[in-house]
């Protein structure tokens, strides 16, 4: 079992940039490619960005390219999520999911690949 805590969510005016932290415990040993997904009032959730184990692989969905990036401390078992520019679309709860993974290069942007889920952090971008 792998327990997920994020962290790092709150209130921001549109323009501004925030950091989400998700910090893994318990089964880490285990190599898990990571992910970000969020859900916006009334909509479904969605994916954000993915990284290998590794962190030499990412993938991001075309909303959030070129504005957010994925990184991971693999010494700290923590991902993060830098997030520049934020617009009030931003606004969701922003959860982080682990895969376990026998390759160290792959990584998931189905959320029904995830094995673990975080119980979420919320983001609300301000116009």
Not at 44 to 49: C, K, M, S
Not at 70 to 76: G, T, V
Not at 105 to 126: E, H, K
């Amino acid at each position: 079992q792998v327990q997920l805590v994020e962290s790092g969510g709150g209130l921001v005016q549109a323009g501004g940039s925030l950091r989400l932290s998700c910090l893994a415990s318990g089964r880490t040993s285990d190599n898990y490619a990571m992910g970000w997904f969020r859900q916006a009032p009334g909509k479904e959730r969605e994916f954000v960005a993915t990284i290998s184990w590794s962190g030499g692989r990412t993938y991001y969905s075309d909303s959030v390219k070129g504005r957010f990036t994925i990184s991971r401390d693999n010494a700290k078992n923590t991902v993060y999520l830098q997030m520049h520019n934020l617009k009030p679309g931003h606004t969701a709860v922003y959860y982080c999911a682990a895969r376990a993974t026998a390759y160290s290069g792959g990584y998931y942007y189905n959320g029904d690949d995830y094995d673990y889920w975080g119980q979420g952090t919320q983001v609300t971008v301000s116009s």
